[in-house]
């Protein structure tokens, strides 16, 4: 199994582009989630989705719009890039949510100029 | 919302020294996890403890919740340089919910 993979592993943006940041779980696990790290803030939780076809906004939902069309597949799309959105975004999957330990992707680095 | 605070931020240790890592929080606490991220990579699941009074160990660390479940405490015995990383805190904010909120996160050093 890879386990939980993202692409790209760095991106750098300029203001008001778009990109899509991939997530991927081979681990037919039903809830997916994104976070961005910031300095000092810990993670905070951007989107989450239970299931194929089910999305949710968590603490920081803005600029940002996700999409659960297979369990497999959980992409996070920037629609007009910010340098507030500049941080480090990790996608993360679980079996259900919480009752089980999540599992993390290796994190994208973006940079929005 | 629920607030999570962790102390200290940061931490210097000698390698060999026991240390805690504390996370505090302004609510009642449903399912309390510990991760460890290793600087640059993703966050690797700890432990997590749900019952006021749970202790759990693995290896040289081990995490209590305390009886009132608003607190919960990290703590490694003699560390070893690969204990290194940031130590972050996550709780559910309450029962019946599918958010997970995070701590700050606590960076670690172990000087050999």
């Known amino acids: 199994n890879a386990g939980v993979t993202q692409t790209p592993k760095f991106q750098v943006l300029k203001t008001g582009q778009s990109m899509t940041l991939q997530c991927a779980q081979d681990m037919n696990h039903e809830y997916m989630s994104w976070y961005r790290q910031d300095p000092g803030m810990g993670l905070r939780l951007i989107h989450y989705s239970v299931g194929a076809g089910i999305t949710d906004q968590g603490e920081v939902p803005n600029g940002y719009n996700v999409s659960r069309s297979t369990t497999e597949d959980f992409p996070l799309r920037l629609l007009s890039a910010a340098p507030s959105q500049t941080s480090v975004y990790f996608c993360?999957?679980?079996?259900?949510?919480?009752?089980?330990?999540?599992?993390f992707g290796p994190g994208t680095r973006l940079t929005v100029t | 919302s629920q607030e999570l605070e962790q102390s200290p931020q940061s931490l210097i240790v000698q390698e060999g020294k026991n240390l805690t890592i504390n996370c505090t929080s302004s609510?009642?606490?449903?399912?309390l996890y510990w991760y460890k991220q290793k600087y640059g990579e993703g966050l690797i699941f700890l432990m997590m403890l749900q019952k006021g009074g749970e202790e759990k160990s693995h290896e040289k660390i081990t995490a209590k919740l305390d009886e009132k479940k608003q607190q919960s405490s990290l703590h490694i015995t003699a560390s070893q340089p690969s204990h290194a990383g940031i130590y972050l805190c996550g709780a559910r904010p309450d029962n019946a919910g599918n958010m997970l909120t995070f701590g700050g996160g606590t960076r670690l050093m172990v000087k050999p």
């Open positions: 993360a999957s679980s079996t259900r949510p919480y009752i089980y330990e999540q599992y």
């Open positions: 609510k009642t606490l449903y399912g």
